[in-house]
């Protein structure tokens, strides 16, 4: 029986939805300043997780909608609130939601 690989959601963004993600966050110092160089640093995150042995699950962060949840949840929009949507997300496509 083969062992189920752990899955990690590691949070994306689109290209047009990108600047406006950036602008929201209270921690943007953190995030890339272009899209470009975002996209190369995510994408080298996945490999490394992947060669890890790990499962990752691209979860989409769309700007309206993490704005409404941040706001329901009474979070902030910074790293721990994108890793909490995103683990929020995992866990409702792995249930079926």
């Not at 300043?33 to 640093?41: G, I, K, M, R, S």
């Not at 962060?61 to 902030?76: D, H, K, M, N, Y």
Request: aromatic residues 8%.
């Amino acid at each position: 029986m083969q062992e189920e690989k752990r899955k990690i959601g590691l949070p994306w963004y689109s290209r047009q939805d990108y600047p406006d993600i950036r602008e929201m966050m209270a921690d943007r110092h953190n995030l890339a300043p272009t899209y470009e160089q975002w996209l190369v640093a995510a994408e080298n995150n996945e490999s490394v997780g992947r060669q890890a042995g790990l499962e990752i699950v691209r979860i989409l962060i769309e700007p309206s909608t993490f704005a409404r949840w941040c706001a329901a949840q009474g979070l902030v929009p910074d790293s721990e609130a994108r890793m909490r949507y995103v683990a929020e997300k995992q866990r409702q496509e792995n249930s079926g939601a």
